[in-house]
């Protein structure tokens, strides 16, 4: 059957007020040709550095903006072209845990109003008694104390706070939720505390989650696959257990390198990267990443290499990858 979510070749172009260089308007290629699928039940995790267009996608995906190209397609049907009336039972399916909860809770409402909004926008309930029974269900669900129905958003921690974001979430009854870093800026017990959460109900729900993080340690521990960002674009995509074990993008083994590792024995090759993330108004030519890859050569600076099956379900982007050519980055990435 068709994947819930899939993207196809997103592009997300913002131009730059006033920015005139030699006479053409400056653009911010945020997102330039990104495609993948997320599966009903499945994981997803989109990592990167800031800046790279990672949040640039979940938003695309929300319907937040008019994309500059590409297409999102939501169980079957294209919705990124649809008028807000149209996409608005649609945009019930697919709901977002931002980072900070502080903000994206209205304060001047009780968590009870806050996990009800949905229902009563979406109509979900057929009755006042069916209300209240699904704003307790639904407080159930995250693990809300019932007595938290009453009390204002101020009165909750942080970790608590994003138990009521992942309720307004559920509330609306979703297929999909995008969470954008939605536990970075938690205490590491907290932390593991809203991934195992949203592992269970994901489990209990079958929710399929794409999951926006720099933070490669929590995405290690709750997805099943990762696509890797850099400049806009997805450089490798794979299930968790190739990214980490055995990444075949120079830049993923760079990403990794950064991350400490528990058994220091582990084959997890570094590399330390020079320089700084080039601008996403003037890209490199060639590929992206020639500017900070250590294994850089001469086709780099002049040929764009394009996402290729490598392995199965493992997809790179790098010349070194190449049919023929397979596992040289591998090698070429080295031992420490
Ligand atoms: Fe490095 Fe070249 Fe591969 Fe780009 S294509 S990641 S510059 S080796
Ligand atoms: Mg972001």
């Known amino acids: 059957s068709r994947p819930l979510l899939e993207v196809n070749d997103l592009k997300k172009y913002f131009p730059i007020k006033g920015g005139l260089l030699g006479g053409i308007k400056a653009q911010v290629h945020a997102v330039d040709g990104v495609s993948f699928h997320v599966s009903r039940g499945e994981t997803l995790s989109l990592v990167g550095e800031s800046g790279c267009g990672k949040s640039t996608v979940g938003r695309a995906i929300l319907g937040l903006f008019d994309i500059t190209a590409g297409q999102v397609v939501l169980d079957g049907k294209r919705i990124d072209q649809l008028s807000a009336r149209v996409l608005r039972p649609l945009r019930r399916r697919m709901q977002v845990v931002f980072q900070d909860p502080f903000s994206s809770l209205n304060p001047r409402m009780k968590v009870r109003d806050i996990i ?16 209240e029974h699904k704003i307790r269900a639904v407080a159930e669900l995250v693990r809300l104390p019932q007595d938290a129905l009453g009390r204002w958003p101020h009165e909750f921690s942080g970790g608590q706070r994003q138990r009521i974001g992942i309720a307004r979430a559920l509330a609306a009854e979703p297929d999909l939720i995008i969470c954008d870093e939605a536990v970075s800026a938690l205490d590491v017990s907290v932390k593991a505390q809203i991934v195992n959460l949203l592992q269970e109900l994901q489990k209990q729900l079958g929710l399929a989650l794409l999951f ?125």
């Open 116 to 131: 009800a909004e949905p229902v009563r926008n979406f109509g979900l309930a057929t009755s006042k008694a069916d209300l």
């Open 212 to 336: 926006i993080s720099h933070d490669l340690a929590v995405v290690e521990h709750m997805t099943h696959r990762v696509a890797v960002m850099y400049l806009g674009r997805i450089v490798e995509m794979a299930p968790k257990r190739e990214i980490f074990a055995a990444p075949r993008h120079p830049y993923t083994s760079a990403l990794l390198s950064a991350v400490p590792v528990p058994e220091p024995a582990t084959d997890r090759r570094r590399v330390v990267l020079k320089g700084d993330v080039p601008s996403p108004i003037n890209l490199p030519s060639g590929c992206r990443f020639h500017t900070r890859c250590p294994y850089a050569f001469d086709r780099c600076r002049v040929e764009d290499p394009e996402l290729r099956l490598s392995d199965k379900d493992h997809f790179v982007a790098c010349h070194l990858q190449q049919p023929g050519l397979a596992g040289v980055a591998g090698v070429a990435v080295g031992q420490d």
